[in-house]
Structure formats: C-alpha cells, structure tokens
C-alpha cells in the first residue's frame, strides 16, 4: 500500500508562487510515475504535471512555461513548483502515484489552492 499526503496549499494573489509537495510513504518503490491533478469547482479531475522514475516530465498545456515538477527519489516526495499563478489556477491538487507492476493507483487527500484576482 501507498500513502500520499500533500501539503503546501493556500491562498495567493494572481501572478503570485506556491510550492506544493507530497511525501509518498509504504511500497514506495515500486511507484512508476507521480503527478499532480487539478479539479475546479463542478469540473473533471485534470492532469496538470507528471513526472517519470526516469526524470521524464509532462504538463499541460495551459500550465507550461509556469509551472515545475520534479521528484526527489531518496525522500519519496514529488513537487510542483507554481509561479504566475492565474485565478483560473484555482482548485483541489491531488497527488497521484501510479504502479504499473501493481496496476494500482494511489491518490493524496487534496490540497486547496485559490488564486485571487
């Protein structure tokens, strides 16, 4: 089994930075991609970043060129860096770990973050 617990959430000003991060603990090593999803008010669960054992990053469209993950293997925790943060920003960040080995996939409790305009 996996736990994820993020933290770093809060309310920040557009144009503004947060960092959150998320501390994975248990069967940790068998974890092959970490990512960050976003879900706004009355909407689907997006991808916003994901980031591979190997190093290898992917992010969403509107968030490129803003935002930054990356991944500390000996600490088992991922980040994700956010600057320019925009009001559309806005929502629950969870952290998502993904085993393929195991075909399961592990989900944080969430984080808020709310950017004001």
């Known amino acids: 089994q996996v736990q994820l617990v993020e933290s770093g959430g809060g309310l920040v000003q557009a144009g503004g930075s947060l960092r959150l991060s998320c501390a994975g603990s248990g069967s940790i090593s068998g974890i092959d991609v970490m990512g960050w999803y976003r879900q706004a008010p009355g909407k689907q669960r997006d991808l916003v970043a994901s980031i591979t054992s190997g190093g290898g990053t992917n992010y969403a469209d509107s968030v490129k060129g803003r935002f930054t993950i990356s991944r500390n293997n000996a600490k088992n925790t991922v980040y994700l860096q956010m600057n320019s943060l925009k009001p559309e920003d806005t929502g629950v960040y969870y952290c998502?770990?993904?085993?393929?080995?195991?075909?399961?996939?592990?989900w944080g409790q969430g984080t808020q973050v709310t950017v004001s305009s």
């Open positions: 998502n770990a993904v085993s393929f080995r195991r075909s399961q996939t592990y």
